[in-house]
């Protein structure tokens, strides 16, 4: 395995600015996902795509490494936020519920963090449901960033959807890899098994993430 973060690192102001959003990619995370997109980038000259955006924490790193390759971030959210992060659950956060309609909506609070940012042109947000979006995307991708549901059914969309339209040699991170099932849920681990078996190899392991490079055939 090599390290892409020991070629690549944000500025200041963009690494303030992603401490500051809100979200929960710890920085040294953020680091590894960001060296992965400037890579993947500008190699390729290729759009970089995450699913599950909330307010836009992880997308501020995606969208500077887009800038420096001359490229744009693509971010897949409905922003009625996880299973996780509805009433009663662990990550429900009250302010980002929609008074009016009584539903979750981090896309304010995402355009926010983006603006705040500086960096609302190079992002393209999809809002809409992950495997509805991957049906009609028709692009090549340089990286796709899995960080959305948690449930099988949703990790698994995420990777059949998106996966497709990955560049040959293109990275595919994974986010929340628990191999021990104490640490945390198990679909997103069970997806990177499954991304090993089809043909990808394994090129950092950074707490919970994990960066995948798509081998030729």
């Known amino acids: 395995m090599t390290d892409l973060r020991?070629?690549?690192?944000?500025?200041?102001?963009?690494?303030?600015?992603?401490?500051?959003?809100?979200?929960?990619?710890?920085?040294?995370?953020?680091?590894a996902l960001y060296a992965a997109a400037v890579e993947a980038a500008g190699r390729t000259g290729l759009p970089v795509l995450e699913i599950g955006t909330y307010c836009g924490r992880s997308a501020i790193l995606l969208a500077d490494a887009a800038r420096a390759a001359g490229t744009v971030a693509l971010t897949v959210d409905h922003h009625r936020g996880s299973?996780?992060?509805?009433?009663?659950?662990?990550?429900?956060?009250p302010t980002l519920v929609d008074p009016e309609v009584g539903l979750m909506d981090t896309l304010p609070s995402f355009r926010r963090t983006l603006h705040r940012a500086g960096l609302e042109e190079y992002v393209?947000?999809?809002?809409?449901?992950?495997?509805?979006v991957a049906a009609v995307w028709g692009g090549r991708l340089a990286l796709v960033f899995i960080d959305g549901?948690?449930?099988?059914?949703?990790?698994?969309?995420?990777?059949?959807?998106?996966v497709q339209?990955?560049?040959?040699?293109g990275l595919l991170v994974v986010h929340d890899v628990f191999p021990d099932p104490a640490d945390g849920g198990?679909?997103?681990?069970?997806?990177?098994?499954?991304?090993?078996?089809?043909?990808?190899?394994?090129?950092?392991?950074?707490?919970?993430?994990?960066v995948l490079r798509r081998t030729k055939a």
């Open 6 to 31: 020991e070629s690549s690192r944000p500025a200041p102001e963009v690494l303030a600015a992603f401490e500051a959003a809100t979200g929960f990619m710890p920085v040294d995370e953020g680091l």
């Open 165 to 169: 339209h990955l560049a040959e040699d």
């Open 83 to 93: 299973e996780e992060q509805q009433p009663g659950w662990e990550y429900h956060d």
């Open 124 to 132: 393209i947000a999809l809002v809409g449901r992950s495997p509805q």
């Open 186 to 210: 198990q679909a997103p681990y069970r997806v990177f098994l499954r991304a090993l078996a089809e043909g990808f190899e394994e090129v950092s392991v950074t707490g919970s993430l994990r």
């Open 149 to 162: 549901g948690h449930t099988d059914e949703h990790a698994t969309g995420d990777y059949e959807g998106w």
